[in-house]
């Protein structure tokens, strides 16, 4: 057996021995009575009676060891010319203070508070500055709008909110506050209080009592210690999209997750104290969560935070300029920002330009690495190239390959193994019977998963059952499809249910379909995502008007791309809809979503048994034509 044949045999057949040692990595005030609870499933929970602090973990403790004067977050933006370093003493510093003004506006161990913020070095304080406390935070992506943010305050009901004067995107500055006041308008539990770091870029005046500025707060601090925590008190919420408009807060715990992280930094990345590890996403999703805030601090490694983008801040070499000049060891983002990349500069006459020996892989994930990507970023880098497979509810990489264990030759379209602790199967959608390798069928993990997952849905410990544990009793079910192959590599091939992934980001089609529903010309609708070269998926809406409409078809189509830029937010890039005159439907009135995408992606389908009308098909191909798809 291998390394990690291994690893993974002991974290299956005694979850309790493996996970115990792994935790022996985190420092504990009061080590847990039981490695592994099961007493109540579905809800296992992990080092249960242990006492912990994640930001005791992440930055005191190194100060502690000798890191003090170690780079714990280099903040990196193109977009303001500016890099920012910041020590573990430095951060330990801004967050203790951070924590200390959390404490005087009254934020106490178990409140919640939402942090909307752009990619600035005050997120990740805020953050950490939450975890000190025992503050539970929801950061909330600054690419949504007004509507999406107020459906997060009303669900997480915050203490406080911590947020900017504005966020920087390419050359637009985005005023943070009109957004923020809509959302406090629109919401029914708008808290009392919300900190503003005021940015250079974009000045603006406090307002009122509610009001309170960042800086001057964070001077007169006095600074907060961390917090004896229970391991299975909720360290933050994330509010991730489902299949209807109501967005899901997971809900992830202090122990178990400060173990996987920690296990995961090393065994997965190959990253050891120290090392320069970078994530190029954004604090608002889980992979800022997990690898640009938590793990590379609780591993003692230094962190990078990018404010650009891959092309355009200003070109398309910012990935390899930033490695060169941090000394970065890995890079960890989406296919769709190499495909940008690629897109710009296809010979990679940048990546010549720079010095990349301290670069030793680049990882993938949010979207299924597309093998012409795999292949370019493995030539032209000449450093492996991992893809591997997570969602936020999992907290960290259910499926990969290993840079601390064995590292498997790779098959292009597959994110490699299942990592250690997760038991991954196939199953028949219909019977839930196990299927064999090389059939497809939906993939779930047969409980219990393994720590640092989600522990439940926040406030909603039914959604939590009924959404994920219930089709499949005895598994988790993970929402996509895909197959396992005779060798063991696992093939994720996308969604089952009506959830898109556009440029890496999760997105619902139901809450497009929900803003464009609004419209009051609008008898019907459907959104659905497409294929898209740049971004992976986007989303296209068929609209079926009312009778007797007699507005000009293009207007009401640009007036539900604007409900969505409004109510969804810009990240939706929904750019795209056709008026139709009927939707295809089964006998029972369900529209056929996947034979209308197959239609629009060109695919040879089916004729579904069900359906209503088969006419209605060859209109579908004539519209989907009419917006430039199907071919
Ligand atoms: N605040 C406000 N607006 C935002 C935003 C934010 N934080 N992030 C994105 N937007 C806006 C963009 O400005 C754009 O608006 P526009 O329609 O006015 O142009 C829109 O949302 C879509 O943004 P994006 O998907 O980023 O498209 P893009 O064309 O600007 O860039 C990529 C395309 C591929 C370069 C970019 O999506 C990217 O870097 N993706 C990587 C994703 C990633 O890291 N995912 C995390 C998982 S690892
Ligand atoms: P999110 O919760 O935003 O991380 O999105 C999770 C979803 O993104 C998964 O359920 C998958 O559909 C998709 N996804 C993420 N990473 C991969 C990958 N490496 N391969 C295939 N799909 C992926």
Not at 559 to 568: A, K, P, Q, W
């Amino acid at each position: 057996m291998d390394e990690y044949e291994k690893a993974f045999k002991e974290s299956i057949e005694n979850p309790e021995k493996f996970w115990g040692s792994a935790a022996e990595q985190i420092e504990w005030y009061d080590k847990w009575d039981k490695v592994l609870e099961s007493s109540d499933k579905p809800f296992y929970r992990w080092f249960k009676g242990g006492r912990i602090n994640t930001c005791y973990n992440a930055i005191d403790r190194h100060v502690e060891e000798g890191r003090g004067d170690q780079n714990a977050l280099i903040y990196d933006s193109p977009v303001t010319d500016t890099i920012e370093k910041f020590t573990y003493s430095e951060l330990k510093e801004r967050v203790s203070k951070t924590a200390g003004f959390l404490r005087q506006l009254g934020v106490n161990k178990g409140d919640t508070v939402i942090i909307y913020m752009p990619m600035i070095p005050e997120a990740l304080i805020g953050m950490m500055a939450c975890a000190r406390i025992g503050a539970v935070h929801s950061v909330v992506f600054g690419g949504f709008a007004a509507k999406e943010l107020a459906i997060r305050i009303d669900d997480a009901k915050p203490e406080l909110i911590l947020t900017a004067s504005c966020g920087i995107e390419r050359t637009k500055v985005i005023e943070y506050k009109p957004l923020l006041n809509k959302a406090m308008n629109i919401a029914e539990h708008a808290p009392k209080k919300v900190v503003i770091k005021r940015r250079p870029e974009h000045e603006v005046t406090l307002e009122g009592e509610r009001e309170f500025d960042w800086e001057e707060l964070e001077k007169e601090a006095e600074p907060a210690e961390c917090v004896e925590l229970d391991a299975n008190d909720p360290l933050y919420i994330l509010y991730t999209s489902g299949t209807t408009g109501k967005p899901k807060g997971v809900v992830r715990d202090n122990g178990g997750h400060a173990v996987a992280l920690r296990w995961s930094m090393e065994h997965i990345y190959g990253i050891d104290p120290g090392d320069v590890y970078w994530a190029a996403s954004d604090v608002g999703w889980v992979v800022g969560h997990s690898y640009i805030v938590y793990a590379p601090l609780l591993t003692g490694a230094t962190t990078i935070m990018y404010e650009g983008k891959p092309v355009g801040t200003p070109d398309a070499g910012q990935f390899w300029r930033v490695i060169e000049e941090h000394k970065v060891k890995v890079l960890f983002t989406a296919p769709t920002a190499i495909r940008a990349v690629k897109r710009v500069d296809p010979e990679g006459k940048f990546i010549q330009k720079y010095d990349l020996s301290h670069f030793e892989t680049l990882f993938l994930a949010g979207e299924r690495t597309d093998p012409d990507t795999y292949y370019w970023a493995e030539d032209l880098l000449k450093v492996p190239v991992i893809d591997h497979w997570w969602q936020t509810e999992t907290g960290w990489a259910i499926v990969s390959n290993f840079r601390g264990l064995t590292q498997y030759p790779v098959k292009p379209g597959s994110a490699t193994k299942a990592v250690p602790g997760w038991d991954v199967r196939i199953l028949d959608p219909i019977t839930g019977e196990e299927l064999t390798p090389g059939e497809h069928g939906v993939i779930a993990v047969k409980l219990p998963l393994p720590p640092g997952t989600f522990i439940t849905l926040w406030k909603n410990e039914e959604g939590f059952k009924e959404e994920y544990m219930t089709e499949y009793p005895g598994y988790y079910f993970t929402g996509d499809g895909g197959y396992i192959d005779e060798d063991g590599y696992i093939f994720v091939m996308g969604r089952v249910d009506d959830i898109i992934n556009v440029a890496g980001h999760r997105l619902s089609t139901g809450s497009m379909e929900e803003a464009v529903a609004k419209h009051p010309d609008v008898a019907e609708c459907a959104v659905l995502g497409v294929e898209d070269q740049l971004k992976g998926e986007v989303p296209i809406g068929f609209l079926v008007l009312k009778s007797g409409v007699e507005r000009s078809h293009d207007e009401i189509i640009s007036d539900v791309i604007g409900m969505v830029r409004n109510e969804v937010g810009p990240i939706a890039s929904f750019k795209k809809a056709i008026v139709v005159d009927r939707l295809p439907k089964t006998r029972s009135g369900k529209i056929l979503r996947g034979t209308i995408r197959d239609i629009a992606d060109g695919k040879e389908y089916k004729m579904p048994s069900t359906i209503e009308d088969p006419e209605v098909l060859g209109e579908m191909e004539e519209a989907v034509k009419k917006i430039g798809y199907g071919e």
